[in-house]
């Protein structure tokens, strides 16, 4: 079949590497973006994780001794009955020692109180 002058458009083969190409683009971006997502996710924890620590503080000033759950920390945290972390774990506080229920998220130590 021959080409006329005044036809216009791209071959198979032209079309054929552009998916090519995109293809290539999108399996180097997904995951990335999901490194990206677990990333934030982990940093958010831990500033849930280092507010909670702070109103631990407060309860520890105000009563002399660290907070049993963090729950008993309502007076101190607008959200501290329903505080959950970005990536679906849940807040544990023991001891002064706030604990995420996802392994890599990691816990808290408490900052010492100051005499």
């Known amino acids: 079949m021959r080409?006329?002058?005044n036809q216009k458009g791209f071959t198979i083969m032209e079309l054929m590497i552009v998916i090519v190409i995109i293809g290539i683009l999108i399996a180097i971006a997904i995951p990335?973006?999901?490194n990206f997502i677990a990333t934030a996710q982990k940093r958010a924890c831990q500033s849930n994780m280092?507010?909670?620590l702070?109103?631990?503080g407060l309860y520890y000033a105000e009563n002399n001794r660290h907070a049993a759950a963090v729950a008993?920390?309502?007076p101190y945290m607008?959200?501290?009955a329903s505080i959950t972390c970005p990536g679906g774990g849940t807040y544990t506080l023991a001891a002064g020692v706030?604990?995420?229920s996802i392994?890599?998220?990691g816990t808290m130590p408490p900052t010492p109180p100051t005499p």
């Open 3 to 5: 080409r006329t002058r």
């Open 50 to 52: 280092r507010t909670i």
């Open 98 to 100: 706030v604990t995420c």
């Open 72 to 74: 008993d920390l309502a």
């Open 103 to 105: 392994a890599d998220h």
């Open 54 to 56: 702070s109103a631990d």
């Open 32 to 34: 990335a973006y999901n």
């Open 78 to 80: 607008v959200n501290a």
